[in-house]
């Protein structure tokens, strides 16, 4: 761990701001990229970009201290605190969907090229950012033998007091969202529809946090007591993953009912093809 980086006179730069900056450049860049592919000038990237920020770590607070709110009560304060960690990944999607939204409708972009865009984007961002928890010592996992067991921050801001060698949850997040940003590389080129490739990412992410939070401990894995042990991010996420599917299912559906229509032959046609054909007349 290394909460903090280094320090220039009395400010302290933190590791985990420095690393969610650096996946937030990371983002901007591939999603100029894709921007680019899609007839997206550098001026609608860097705009979009800068309201799925603000919005993103508003709503991902502002969550994270909603189901959090006994540990904020007493000192509301420590809210804005970012520094120490403490942002949900789910409230920091609704913040970034209802951001992508007002955009869409303000610069008369389509809602899908904007989310696609922004696909391959996320999980590059979001695997700097995991750095960043680790470095800070927070969302890290349940005590383990394995030999890349660390030792975490056991009180938030009192380095001395660790917790038994615990399982790198963070490490195994970044690692996998390198892995779910080359799928969704791959699953680029075999969409065929407008937000086909976000809703992908969506649910392969889904499914990403479904599997790690069965080895994260904390205030991010706390447990969904109705369905225990299953922890709310899990609940939230396998929630998630189904309206995701049903999307794609009943949008796959309509795209091919509609082309079916298409080619199915008009009366009009049926008509004239039925028609007899009368003999030409020849002459002698």
């Not at 969704?184 to 976000?198: E, S, V, Y």
């Not at 992410?205 to 922890?231: C, M, Q």
């Not at 794609?248 to 080619?263: F, K, M």
């Amino acid at each position: 761990m290394r909460s903090i980086l280094f320090s220039i006179g009395p400010v302290r730069i933190h590791s985990y701001g420095v690393m969610l900056t650096l996946g937030f450049l990371a983002g901007i860049l591939w999603m100029r990229r894709e921007g680019k592919q899609r007839g997206l000038g550098t001026d609608v990237v860097l705009d979009f970009a800068l309201w799925i920020l603000l919005s993103s770590i508003i709503f991902a607070r502002a969550l994270f201290v909603l189901l959090n709110w006994s540990d904020f009560a007493d000192t509301p304060r420590d809210i804005v605190l970012l520094w120490r960690g403490g942002l949900s990944f789910h409230g920091g999607v609704l913040g970034a969907l209802a951001a992508a939204t007002l955009f869409a409708i303000r610069r008369r972009i389509p809602l899908g090229t904007l989310a696609d865009a922004g696909a391959p984007a996320i999980p590059l961002g979001y695997a700097f950012a995991r750095i960043g928890c680790f470095l800070n010592g927070c969302c890290g996992g349940y005590p383990t033998a394995l030999p890349w067991a660390v030792r975490f921050s056991a009180v938030p801001g009192n380095p001395a007091v660790l917790t038994p060698p615990s399982h790198p949850t963070q490490i195994y997040d970044s690692l996998m969202s390198l892995l779910v940003f080359g799928i969704i590389l791959l699953l680029k080129p075999h969409t065929r529809a407008r937000g086909q490739l976000f809703a992908a990412y969506v649910a392969i992410y889904s499914l990403e946090r479904y599997v790690v939070d069965f080895w994260r401990v904390g205030a991010s894995a706390a447990v969904f007591h109705p369905l225990a042990p299953l922890t709310e991010a899990q609940v939230a996420s396998v929630v998630i993953a189904i309206i995701v599917a049903a999307y794609l299912l009943v949008d796959e559906w309509v795209r091919l009912h509609a082309a079916q229509e298409a080619l199915a032959p008009t009366p009009s046609d049926a008509e004239e093809a039925e028609a007899p054909r009368k003999p030409k007349k020849t002459h002698r």
